[in-house]
């Protein structure tokens, strides 16, 4: 994939209505929270049944109620596609919170409630009365959040205990973390304008994305209804950074392939398509500041120097190993040393580059002796003495990853499980 150099001048400087307008969090201030953003599904009963799940039911009410709440958060896709997952869902974990009996106090639903609202930089009670504007009731936000909270304890309590995350395992993590991992992404647009309900811009942006399959049909499409500036190039955007662009929308379009289109995204008074055009690594932000630690044991460079670096390695598994085997050795065979990267010799940082922690490179050699080189560690470089990584906070968040795919393979098997109806 080609790499392309990108004007940072040029790119801010042209209006993206689409990613510019779209909130960074899945929550808005009370500014944005108003009437005219709620769309209904389907007219009907408030009281209807709109799916059974096993003995449970969803009615028309807590459908609307959920499209409402999607809609004013501005979460990413069809609001009446993800309220009714959503909603599915949280009737799956109720029923298995009754099968094993398990419950939530009146005071982990309010923390919860609490927790959830300031995300927002607002109190439970604000939050109540800023989505109670855009029609959504205190009720259907309080059961939005104790059906979060009772499916996180239930993954909890059947998978907590058999997650175990190893001091190696958050080694890794630190490491990749010192690793850029930025892209650009180039794009296509489709804004479509909303003036109070976005149902009928929801339902044009859902038939765009089944019908478009190539760029030239998409570019015909935003030339007919983008209200965006990008629309008399076809919705073509320039090169973004991933890092410019809103991280629920940048998950959106990663998981597209060259040519697709996203799922609908709703902005203030628009609703938007993506296509995904390219994406490559973003060479342009400057990497993170690194620091290595690493030994080196000096071997003499006999004609079997290889072989016995292979089974000394196959002895060792860390720094801590090796130092053991240089006991008793001169002060000079064997060196440790940590570093910001910047300083390390650059053929010694050549060859750690490729190495992860415990691995090995036998390929330098230093006044007659082969180098046994091994990494001890790679690690961000802290901007002020005395600062460490907090490795039970990388621990925690390595064991919500793990949690959090156990969840979702189980949600699955929950979900062929049951037995779910319309009527």
């Known amino acids: 994939m080609t790499q392309r150099s990108i ?43 709109v799916l059974k ?27 009446v596609e993800s309220a009714m997952k959503g909603l599915t869902n949280d009737r799956l974990a109720a029923i298995e919170a009754k099968r094993v009996n398990l419950r ?12 959830f609202a300031a995300r927002a930089n607002l109190s439970a ?21 104790a059906n979060g909270l009772l499916w996180r304890e239930l993954v909890r309590a059947k998978y907590g205990s058999s997650i175990s995350i190893t001091e190696a395992e958050i080694d890794r993590a ?22 109070g309900d976005p149902s009928n811009a929801l339902a044009l942006a859902n038939q765009l994305r089944r019908d478009i399959t190539t760029e030239a049909g998409f570019a015909s499409a935003a030339r007919r209804y983008s209200a965006s500036p990008s629309a008399g190039r076809g919705g073509r955007m320039d090169w973004v950074p991933t890092s410019e662009i809103p991280a629920q929308l940048v998950q959106l379009v990663l998981a597209l392939g060259p040519g697709q289109v996203s799922p609908p995204v709703q902005l203030p008074n628009a609703v938007a398509v993506f296509q995904l055009r390219d ?4 060479t342009t932000a400057k990497p993170p500041a690194v620091s290595v630690e690493y030994a080196q044991l000096m071997l003499p460079n006999t004609p079997s120097v290889f072989a016995e670096a292979e089974t000394l390695a196959n002895r060792i598994d860390s720094c801590k190993d090796l130092a053991a085997e240089a006991r008793g050795l001169p002060q000079d ?13 650059q053929d010694i940082a050549l060859e750690l580059a490729q190495l992860d922690p415990g691995e090995y490179s036998a390929a330098l050699t230093r006044g007659g002796y082969r180098v046994f080189l091994m990494l001890c560690a790679r690690e961000p470089q802290l901007e002020s003495e005395g600062q460490a990584i907090n490795r039970d906070a990388v621990r925690a968040q390595l064991q ?6 156990q969840a979702g393979v189980w949600l699955e098997e929950l979900r062929s499980e049951a037995i779910i109806t319309t009527p």
């Open 400 to 405: 919500s990853l793990e949690l959090e795919a």
């Open 125 to 145: 009670e604000q939050f109540v009365a800023a989505i109670s504007e855009g029609g959504v009731a205190a009720e259907s936000f309080r059961d939005f959040v």
């Open 104 to 115: 939530l106090t009146n005071e982990q639903i309010e923390a919860g409630m609490s927790e």
């Open 333 to 345: 065979r064997f060196v440790t040393e940590k570093k910001p990267v910047a300083a390390v010799p």
């Open 7 to 49: 004007s940072n001048a040029n790119r801010k400087g042209r209006a993206r209505a689409g990613l510019k307008t779209l909130s960074v969090a899945a929550f808005v201030g009370l500014a944005a929270m108003t009437a005219g953003t709620s769309v209904l599904a389907q007219q009907g009963s408030p009281f209807s049944t």
């Open 174 to 195: 630190i490491a990749t973390g010192t690793r850029r991992l930025d892209m650009q992404l180039l794009l296509s647009e489709i804004v479509i304008p909303v003036e």
């Open 53 to 79: 799940i096993n003995d449970a039911v969803i009615t028309q009410y807590e459908l609307d109620q959920r499209i409402r709440f999607l809609t004013l958060l501005r979460i990413p896709g069809d609001p």
């Open 279 to 282: 994406v490559i690594e973003d």
